[in-house]
């Protein structure tokens, strides 16, 4: 079993539509999570990053985290084309390196 | 931001040639990566370093070697290129938290 844990979709929803991307992990060592976008044949970028449990929003991004169920989730609001990419999580105790989910691949129709 | 800059971006290249991939980042990160992603497939770690003169092997077994000798750079070299090298690889250096800034990548043809 990975260390963290992420349905690969693809998913495909209409344009404004609020998209919900979920990891799980299992190393309860983890405090550190990430979230990654990648366009095809480009490198991931950094999308949030949050310690801990707890609520982080940017713009019409939310990242949130629920470490007693080992449960990260990034919201999209109002999602547009431009977001269709594939979406990463990552989760690292700072100790190690990031360990990276497989990604969701994300299309959002117009 | 991260300034992180891979070269080159493209290389097709024979069976047995030697290939150098080069890494470097202007932040003055310690820690480094290489990753190896084939299209629409996952990351797997190759290599990574904590430091000058510190490399360590990643989670996928790879036939590839790289070096610190510097902070700001990274390279990754293949002896002897063949077929199944084809993908691309990025190169990452952590920031905060440890969090990652990925390099544009190179993708990688071994005819």
């Known amino acids: 079993q990975k260390e963290v844990e992420q349905d690969p979709g693809p998913l495909s929803v209409p344009e404004g539509a609020i998209v919900s991307l979920n990891c799980t992990y299992s190393?309860?060592?983890?405090?550190?999570f990430m979230w990654y976008r990648q366009y095809s044949r480009k490198g991931p970028e950094l999308l949030m990053y949050?310690?801990?449990?707890g609520n982080k929003e940017d713009g019409r991004f939310t990242a949130q985290v629920d470490k007693s169920s080992k449960y990260i989730s990034l919201f999209i609001r109002d999602s547009q084309p431009s977001d269709s990419a594939t979406y990463l999580c990552?989760?690292?105790?700072?100790?190690?390196?990031?360990?990276f989910g497989k990604g969701t691949r994300l299309s959002v129709i117009a | 931001e991260a300034d992180i800059y891979q070269t080159p971006r493209y290389l097709v290249i024979g069976t047995g040639k030697k290939i150098t991939l080069e890494c470097s980042q202007t932040?003055?990160?310690?820690?480094m990566y290489w990753y190896q992603q084939d299209p629409g497939m996952e990351l797997h770690l190759i290599h990574y370093?904590?430091?000058?003169?510190?490399?360590e092997k990643g989670d996928l077994s790879s036939e590839s070697t790289v070096s610190r000798i510097r902070t700001e750079h990274f390279p990754l070299t293949l002896e002897s290129a063949r077929p199944s090298h084809t993908s691309q690889y990025l190169c990452?250096?952590?920031?905060?938290?440890?969090?990652?800034?990925f390099g544009p990548g190179t993708r990688l043809l071994v005819l």
């Open positions: 990552a989760s690292s105790s700072g100790n190690t390196p990031l360990v």
């Open positions: 190393n309860s060592a983890f405090q550190y």
């Open positions: 949050t310690y801990s449990s």
């Open positions: 932040m003055g990160h310690d820690k």
């Open positions: 370093s904590y430091g000058v003169n510190s490399t």
């Open positions: 990452a250096s952590e920031g905060q938290l440890g969090s990652q800034y």
